[in-house]
Structure formats: structure tokens, C-alpha cells
Nanobody
Framework: QVRLEESGGGPVQAGGSLRLACSAS????????MAWYRQAPGKQRELVAS???????DYADSVKGRFTIARTANGYTVFLLMNSLKPEDTGVYYC?????WGPGTRVTVSS
């Protein structure tokens, strides 16, 4: 089974940037659709951005214009480039493909 691992999270001040990475044990991101989710403290997990195998991208309204999803050519990694971060972006970020989840990476945005 494919294994996923997120990385790149950490503390950042409002207005700053982070680049999250979702690394897979196989070059699966060229073969199937994937998505980034986040879960803020006390809230349900929500969809942040998605990327189809064909390269189509979609974003939650709350992150449009600030976040960018991108895939490496070899299909092993998907990045989530996050700019102009806000305190409400705080949470644990997960990637998902074929119902498989990574363990998540925590993002903390301070005001």
C-alpha cells in the first residue's frame, strides 16, 4: 500500500509563507487525484486544495490566491505553497489519495 508523509509545517508569523510537501512511496500523484486537507483545533477536517491526475487544480475559497498546489514531474511529491498566512490557517495539514492519509504536519500561524 502507498505510504504518504507530510512535511514542512512549523510556526510562522502572520503574513509569512510555508511550503508543505506530501511525499509518496510510489509515483502515485501522476496516476490519481489527490487533495490537501487541514484540521484546525476543535474543528472538522476541511478540504484545502485538490489536484487531479490531469493537472487540474481547485482551492477552498478561504485560500484562493494565497495557496498553490503543485506536483513534481516524477509524481512522487505534491507541494502546497502557502503565502500570506493568517492565524486561521493554523491546523494540522494532511494529504490524501485513494483514501490513504499521511500522519499530518502541524502549521501554527501567530498574529
Amino acid at each position: 500500500q502507498v505510504r504518504l508523509e507530510e512535511s514542512g509545517g512549523g510556526p510562522v508569523q502572520a503574513g509569512g509563507s510555508l511550503r508543505l510537501a506530501c511525499s509518496a512511496s510510489e509515483n502515485i500523484f501522476r496516476l490519481d487525484d489527490m487533495a490537501w486537507y487541514r484540521q484546525a483545533p476543535g474543528k472538522q477536517r476541511e478540504l484545502v486544495a485538490s489536484l487531479t491526475r490531469g493537472g487540474s487544480k481547485d482551492y477552498a475559497d478561504s485560500v484562493k490566491g494565497r495557496f498553490t498546489i503543485a506536483r513534481t514531474a516524477n509524481g512522487y511529491t505534491v507541494f502546497l505553497l502557502m503565502n500570506s498566512l493568517k492565524p486561521e490557517d493554523t491546523g494540522v495539514y494532511y494529504c490524501n489519495i485513494r483514501g490513504i492519509w499521511g500522519p499530518g504536519t502541524r502549521v501554527t500561524v501567530s498574529s
